[in-house]
């Protein structure tokens, strides 16, 4: 059972194009991060939200944590083909548990 | 970046025999994990450890043990390979759950 399910799985789209990435789950989450991965690589840590509604900004990329701590969205402004990647959320589910539950993974692929 | 290092970083074995996987790092941090990535799957944890000694099972720990006996190193083992176990592995640490840093993976193969 998938605690945490990010949709789409796949997507694929052109250079300029906006895009919006979720990951929902039933459970409520202490915090909630996301991570990006190319081939060959291990995940690198985006951003952690940890208040309900908190919106956080990292150039063209905007993450937001839902009201009620149980969904999260990120979202590509203008996106460029250097987006091209795995992008992975995670939560805690017990705040002090010091450990994470993955969602499945959206493969990103921005085309020039 | 933290210094995370993971050996060996390819492995080939038949089914039956013990794979040992390590994790070495060099940033001191308390807490160290253990996850397979499989397509579909994301990321899931088998092990983790809180300090020198102290570790926990995650999600998918059946067929795994690990050992941590001393603050830079984490070792995952296999006892008895199956082909099941053919996955990525990743190991991460931390000074806590809020920022994890992620090795380069070793792509495991269990024939």
């Known amino acids: 059972t998938q605690l945490l399910k990010q949709s789409p799985q796949f997507l694929s789209i052109q250079e300029g194009e906006n895009l919006t990435v979720y990951c929902n789950s039933s459970s409520v989450f202490s915090s909630l991060q996301w991570y990006r991965q190319e081939p060959g690589e291990g995940p690198v840590l985006l951003v952690t939200?940890?208040?309900?509604?908190e919106v956080k900004k990292l150039k063209r990329l905007t993450f937001q944590f839902g009201d009620a701590r149980k969904d999260s969205s990120l979202h590509i402004t203008a996106a460029q083909p250097g987006d091209t990647g795995l992008y992975l959320c995670?939560?805690?589910?017990?705040?002090?548990?010091?450990?994470?539950?993955f969602g499945q993974g959206t493969r990103l692929t921005i085309n020039p | 970046d933290a210094g995370i290092t993971q050996s060996p970083r390819h492995k080939v074995t038949e089914t039956g025999t013990p794979v040992t996987l390590r994790c070495h790092q060099t940033e001191n941090h308390r807490y160290m994990y253990w996850y397979r990535q499989d397509p579909g799957h994301g990321l899931r944890l088998i092990h983790y450890s809180y300090g020198v000694k102290d570790t926990d099972k995650g999600e998918v720990s059946d067929g795994y043990s690990v050992s941590r006996s001393k603050t830079e190193d984490f070792l995952l083992t296999l006892e008895s390979a199956t082909s099941s176990q053919t996955s990525v592995y990743f190991c991460?640490?931390?000074?806590?759950?809020?920022?994890?840093?992620f090795g380069p993976g070793t792509r495991l193969t269990v024939l």
């Open positions: 995670a939560g805690e589910l017990i705040q002090g548990a010091q450990k994470l539950v």
């Open positions: 991460a640490t931390g000074r806590g759950v809020d920022e994890q840093f």
């Open positions: 939200v940890v208040t309900g509604g």
